[in-house]
């Protein structure tokens, strides 16, 4: 079992930033990749980035390329959500998930962290 819990959001203005951060604990060794989801009120969860736990390759959506950075810490077993020039749509619930790599899904998920924009 793997456990997640995230951290780190907050209001704040459009324009600003914020560092959302997801600490894992448990079965670290069965990591395959570590990702950040996101879900708006009335909308579905989406897809926002992922890195690879070995080898750092990372994925992002288009809708947040260029403004927001996905990083790991693994000595800390930490990964990091940079998030820069926040807009009002960015508002949501933001869930860390972690995939073994045995199914395309991700297995485990975090809590969720709440991310607000005002215009």
């Known amino acids: 079992q793997v456990q997640l819990v995230e951290s780190g959001g907050g209001l704040v203005q459009a324009g600003g930033s914020l560092r959302l951060s997801c600490a894992a604990s448990?079965?670290?060794?069965?990591?395959?990749?570590m990702g950040w989801y996101r879900q708006a009120p009335g909308k579905e969860r989406e897809f926002v980035a992922a890195i690879r736990w070995s080898g750092g390759s990372t994925y992002y959506a288009d809708f947040v390329k260029g403004r927001f950075t996905i990083s790991r810490d693994n000595p800390k077993n930490t990964v990091n959500l940079q998030m820069s020039s926040l807009k009002p749509e960015d508002t949501a619930i933001y869930y860390c998930?972690?995939?073994?790599?045995?199914?395309?899904?991700?297995?485990?998920w975090g809590q969720g962290t709440q991310v607000t924009v005002s215009s």
């Open positions: 998930a972690a995939n073994r790599g045995i199914t395309k899904g991700y297995d485990y």
């Open positions: 448990g079965s670290i060794f069965s990591i395959n990749t």
